[in-house]
């Protein structure tokens, strides 16, 4: 019995151990809820009508729109600080969810971030800053401006504007939409988007599309000294001008020669040509960045 | 006094009257009393005129015609080639004129005191319509940016330059050849960028 006793500075020693055990997981307990005190987290739920804009204008958080087949609008918000609220209003066939600082904020204490439910016929306009947004499956107007923001606009039928700073634009399967979608510095990209009117512009951003073209609409991509990369299918029904001031031109996607040009060509500055019936109208055109057209 | 000495000051006697001697001269002399009666006769009639519609294109396009027949003007050629870039190159610049003029309407309201909690009504502030943006402006752009959204600040700093670096070197293109049909689409582009890059931080945030 004696043997197995601890000695006195054994024991001493583990009631210390003990002790600061405790004192630790004090300090994780009250670290953990610190977080979750600030983060508040907010629901709106709005009964609307048909045909209802939801304007949302956050400056650092996420915000994602999602069509439901409801016909109300429910709005999730979480508040990464107490610096922040969300202020929320139904009027009539609006409804606005607006950030408000109620004291100065940075990006990581003033963030808020969005999830957002709407009926599909629902018109939506986001406003950001830096946070990334996405719309998805919204057939009334969509108009998203963010400055760096990362913008995702997909599965949608409408008119669609995204503006960006040097944000990221991706526009993907876009179904008989009115498209406008300019940037300054940021990537344009856009696969299987197609309508009677897509325009596409740029200072420097990259443009990248990927699609049949279909509609026979009127595809205007134009950069100042970003590239522009096309490719197609060879079934696409497409009659294309390409042309650069300054930079290149490059192609190997079977195009017929017009037989009416409407432009002057220059090798390895300008193309133009049809496929199939030509049916949409293809205008490519930089100062000097590099545009490709290439075959699927 | 001559009818010299009371031609010259004319416009002042009609509108306020004359001094004792020129009333004396219009009252003794025939010659400038007919023109004094002339003259209040037209200002009458142009004050009924006031109200009426202007004449239609087609009196213009008239008149311009007779001018031309007449040689007193040139006919015009294509109207894009005859009056080159200036008129919509200033069309650019108003573009971008709105955009300035909403940024600086911003910017009063971001000075009134506890404008960000408080709604407070802008103020307009004076906007010269000969001038389109220029590096003082964009330079106050960017305090604007730096003040409202710093975290945006660098994007808005690095683009700009990029815009304005592609304005100068379509406008250089265009000066070595105006008739470039696509660098004078690019130079229209790279305002409406520029135009956009005013809209997009002035518009309102948090």
């Known amino acids: 019995m004696i043997g197995r006793e601890r000695p006195r500075w054994l024991a001493g020693a583990m009631k210390m151990q003990n002790t600061i055990r405790t004192a630790l997981g004090l300090v994780a307990v009250v670290a953990l809820a610190i977080p979750a005190a600030a983060a508040e987290k907010k629901e709106f739920?709005?009964?609307?009508?048909?045909?209802?804009?939801?304007?949302?204008?956050?400056?650092?958080?996420?915000?994602?729109?999602?069509?439901?087949?409801?016909?109300?609008?429910?709005?999730?918000?979480?508040?990464?600080?107490?610096?922040?609220?969300?202020?929320?209003?139904?009027?009539?066939?609006?409804?606005?969810?607006?950030?408000?600082?109620?004291?100065?904020?940075?990006?990581?204490?003033?963030?808020?971030?969005?999830?957002?439910?709407?009926?599909?016929?629902?018109?939506?306009?986001?406003?950001?800053?830096?946070?990334?947004?996405?719309?998805?499956?919204?057939?009334?107007?969509?108009?998203?401006?963010?400055?760096?923001?990362?913008?995702?606009?997909?599965?949608?039928?409408?008119?669609?504007?995204?503006?960006?700073?040097?944000?990221?634009?991706?526009?993907?399967?876009?179904?008989?939409?009115?498209?406008?979608?300019?940037?300054?510095?940021?990537?344009?990209?856009?696969?299987?988007?197609?309508?009677?009117?897509?325009?596409?512009?740029?200072?420097?951003?990259?443009?990248?599309?990927?699609?049949?073209?279909?509609?026979?609409?009127?595809?205007?991509?134009?950069?100042?000294?970003?590239?522009?990369?096309?490719?197609?299918?060879?079934?696409?029904?497409?009659?294309?001008?390409?042309?650069?001031?300054?930079?290149?031109?490059?192609?190997?996607?079977?195009?017929?020669?017009?037989?009416?040009?409407?432009?002057?060509?220059?090798?390895?500055?300008?193309?133009?040509?049809?496929?199939?019936?030509?049916?949409?109208?293809?205008?490519?055109?930089?100062?000097?960045?590099?545009?490709?057209?290439?075959?699927? | 006094m001559t009818c010299a000495d009371f031609q010259r000051v004319l416009p002042y006697i009609i509108e306020t009257g004359g001094k004792a001697e020129e009333e004396r001269h219009l009252r003794e002399c025939p010659i400038c009393s007919d023109l004094v009666q002339d003259l209040r006769y037209i200002a009458e009639q142009a004050k009924l005129l006031v109200p009426m519609e202007d004449p239609s294109p087609r009196v213009w396009n008239g008149i311009k015609g007779s001018l031309e027949r007449e040689g007193m003007i040139k006919p015009a050629r294509a109207r894009g080639r005859l009056l080159g870039p200036i008129p919509w190159m200033a069309a650019l610049g108003a573009m971008i004129l709105v955009?300035?003029?909403?940024?600086?309407?911003?910017?009063?309201?971001?000075?009134?005191?506890?404008?960000?909690?408080?709604?407070?009504?802008?103020?307009?502030?004076?906007?010269?319509?000969?001038?389109?943006?220029?590096e003082q402006d964009d330079e106050q752009l960017l305090q604007h940016v730096a003040a409202a959204r710093p975290a945006s600040s660098r994007a808005y700093e690095s683009n700009l330059k990029q815009v304005n670096a592609s304005i100068a070197e379509a406008k250089k293109t265009l000066q070595q050849d105006p008739d470039d049909g696509d660098a004078r689409q690019s130079l229209h582009r790279a305002y409406g960028q520029k135009a956009m890059i005013y809209e997009m931080a002035t518009r309102s945030l948090p």
């Open chain 1, 45 to 296: 739920r709005y009964n609307v009508a048909p045909g209802t804009s939801v304007t949302v204008v956050n400056d650092y958080g996420s915000v994602r729109v999602r069509a439901s087949q409801a016909r109300q609008v429910v709005v999730t918000a979480t508040a990464s600080s107490s610096k922040v609220e969300v202020v929320s209003a139904h009027n009539a066939n609006r409804v606005e969810v607006r950030t408000h600082f109620l004291q100065k904020a940075g990006e990581s204490d003033g963030r808020v971030e969005y999830d957002i439910q709407v009926p599909a016929d629902a018109n939506v306009i986001v406003r950001t800053a830096t946070g990334p947004v996405l719309v998805q499956g919204v057939n009334g107007d969509v108009s998203v401006d963010a400055d760096t923001g990362k913008v995702e606009v997909r599965d949608s039928n409408g008119h669609v504007r995204a503006r960006t700073v040097s944000g990221p634009i991706t526009l993907a399967n876009l179904k008989d939409s009115f498209v406008e979608a300019t940037s300054v510095g940021g990537q344009v990209m856009l696969n299987n988007v197609a309508g009677k009117n897509v325009s596409v512009n740029t200072t420097g951003g990259p443009i990248a599309f990927a699609g049949d073209f279909a509609g026979g609409g009127q595809y205007s991509l134009s950069s100042h000294s970003g590239t522009i990369d096309v490719t197609l299918p060879a079934s696409a029904s497409v009659d294309v001008t390409a042309h650069s001031v300054t930079g290149s031109v490059e192609n190997d996607f079977p195009l017929n020669p017009p037989a009416h040009p409407t432009m002057a060509l220059a090798q390895g500055k300008s193309l133009a040509g049809t496929s199939n019936a030509g049916a949409s109208s293809v205008h490519l055109r930089t100062f000097s960045g590099r545009i490709r057209v290439k075959k699927q």
């Open chain 2, 99 to 134: 955009s300035f003029g909403a940024f600086l309407v911003e910017r009063g309201r971001q000075q009134q005191p506890g404008a960000q909690l408080d709604e407070q009504p802008p103020v307009v502030r004076a906007v010269s319509l000969n001038t389109i943006a220029t």
